[in-house]
T-cell receptor
Framework: GAVVSQHPSRVICKSGTSVKIECRSL??????MFWYRQFPKQSLMLMAT?????????EQGVEKDKFLINHASLTLSTLTVTSAHPEDSSFYIC??????????FGPGTRLLVL | GDSVTQMEGPVTLSEEAFLTINCTYT??????LFWYVQYPGEGLQLLLK?????DKGSNKGFEATYRKETTSFHLEKGSVQVSDSAVYFC???????????FGKGTTLSVSS
């Protein structure tokens, strides 16, 4: 199947700094990408839907100024966690949609904020 | 709102044992139902899906039947292998949506 990569795979940062996570579709183009957040032993929670060339659509309760999403090309979406705090520590997963029925997931990025 | 509930893990089995992971859902209308699998260090992969009532999804020896009367989509496999050790997620997508709603995931550990 198609491959979606995420970079970095894990990151540790100090409280107050910003962290950028990249999501790339390696062998296909995706007009829509999704960002999820997963807490330990919890389900994946959809944070936002990222559409190429337009503003992201955020789910209720997700701060758009905190979690900046940029979908600048058909193969790249970025999530920037601004002024990160320990409560932002989590596992962030992206997926890229190729059709209504099919989306491919990245391996995830583990963020630890000290 | 829509939601998915799947059995708590971890599930620990011996090789060749029978596997059932329960999944029930709450949704209006006729959602599409999915099982995803996540192997260690990898992204979620679609295992199987069903898009309407009574459909049976199957792949790699795994099966799940869309039961609207019981709002369930239980995952089964007749004989598990060590290589099946992974985290399994049940998910739905409603008729109007494009994003997926996931259960909490069930960790399966198979020993030889």
């Amino acid at each position: 199947g198609a491959v979606v990569s995420q970079h970095p795979s894990r990151v540790i940062c100090k409280s107050g700094t910003s962290v950028k996570i990249e999501c790339r579709s390696l062998d296909f183009q995706a007009t829509t990408m999704f960002w999820y957040r997963q807490f330990p032993k919890q389900s994946l929670m959809l944070m936002a839907t990222s559409n190429e060339g337009s503003k992201a659509t955020y789910e209720q309760g997700v701060e758009k100024d905190k979690f900046l999403i940029n979908h600048a090309s058909l193969t790249l979406s970025t999530l920037t966690v601004t002024s990160a705090h320990p409560e932002d520590s989590s596992f962030y997963i992206c997926s890229a949609r190729v059709s209504r029925e099919t989306q491919y997931f990245g391996p995830g990025t583990r963020l630890l904020v000290l | 709102g829509d939601s998915v509930t799947q059995m708590e893990g971890p599930v620990t089995l011996s090789e060749e044992a029978f596997l059932t992971i329960n999944c029930t859902y709450t949704a209006t209308g006729y959602p599409s139902l999915f099982w995803y699998v996540q192997y260690p260090g990898e992204g979620l992969q679609l295992l199987l899906k069903a898009t309407k009532a009574d459909d049976k999804g199957s792949n790699k020896g795994f099966e799940a039947t869309y039961r609207k009367e019981t709002t369930s989509f239980h995952l089964e496999k007749g004989s598990v292998q060590v290589s099946d050790s992974a985290v399994y997620f049940c998910a739905l997508r409603d008729q109007a949506g494009t994003a997926l709603i996931f259960g909490k995931g069930t960790t399966l550990s198979v020993s030889s």
